[in-house]
């Protein structure tokens, strides 16, 4: 049972650089979310795709965060031009499910460190 | 979607059922209270969901009021694996999950 994996588990990068992370949700399913964490807090919602269709987008997602999911299958998402205050655990996770909300299965998350 | 207010921390004996209560008086009649909880460095996972029923899984039961504006997570046996951040959240057809801060559980031996 494969569950959703994300990719890198960690990464430090030096502000101003370039990231970009990888879900790979449960395989049949077709909704994907990103959400941040930061510490001492809960997960914020970032966007959401059914299929490839990227559906919603926080209003708090700076227009250096975009994220993909091409095939309808992995997804990725990319930060330009980073800050300190990017520093945070990022989440994916998957569900299925045509109308209505679904149980959300996470991923164990990528924790972004910018120095 | 619904605002949920939940108490910061609870501490439960080993053994004892723990009962996590969640007010939402402002949900409304479309949205789904689900449960999630969060261990130490790892994702959020699911615990159980209810429109208006009660529900019981194999992990908890979920208490609904019958006017929908509070429900309590029962975990009928608790273990020292249970500490962990409790998120109770109301889920529209938006289906994005907008998390609180949530109740720090406390297992004690």
């Known amino acids: 049972d494969t569950g959703v994996s994300q990719d890198p588990r960690h990464k430090i990068t030096k502000r101003g650089q370039n990231v970009t992370f990888r879900c790979d949700p449960i395989?049949?399913?077709?909704?994907l979310y990103w959400y941040r964490q930061t510490l001492g807090q809960g997960p914020e919602f970032l966007t959401y795709?059914?299929?490839?269709?990227?559906?919603?987008k926080s209003r708090l997602l700076s227009d250096r965060f975009s994220a993909e999911r091409p095939k309808g299958s992995f997804s990725t998402l990319e930060i330009q031009r980073t800050e300190q205050g990017d520093s945070a655990m990022y989440l994916c996770?998957?569900?299925?499910?045509?109308?209505?909300?679904?149980?959300?299965?996470f991923g164990p998350g990528t924790r972004l460190t910018v120095l | 979607d619904a605002k949920t207010t939940q108490p910061t921390s609870m501490d439960c004996a080993e053994g004892r059922a723990a009962n996590l209560p969640c007010n939402h008086s402002?949900?409304?009649?479309?949205?789904?209270v689900y449960w999630y909880r969060q261990i130490h460095s790892q994702g959020p996972q699911y615990i159980i969901h209810?429109?208006?029923n009660n529900e019981t899984n194999e992990m908890a039961s979920l208490i609904i009021t019958e006017d929908r504006k509070s429900s309590t997570l029962i975990l009928p046996h608790a273990t020292l694996r249970d500490t962990a951040v409790y998120y109770c959240?109301?889920?529209?057809?938006?289906?994005?999950?907008?998390f609180g801060a949530g109740t720090i559980l406390r297992v004690k031996s």
């Open positions: 402002t949900i409304s009649g479309n949205e789904y």
């Open positions: 395989s049949e399913h077709n909704r």
């Open positions: 996770a998957s569900s299925f499910g045509r109308f209505g909300p679904n149980e959300q299965f």
């Open positions: 209810g429109l208006k």
């Open positions: 795709f059914q299929n490839e269709a990227q559906l919603e």
């Open positions: 959240i109301a889920v529209g057809y938006g289906n994005k999950l907008v």
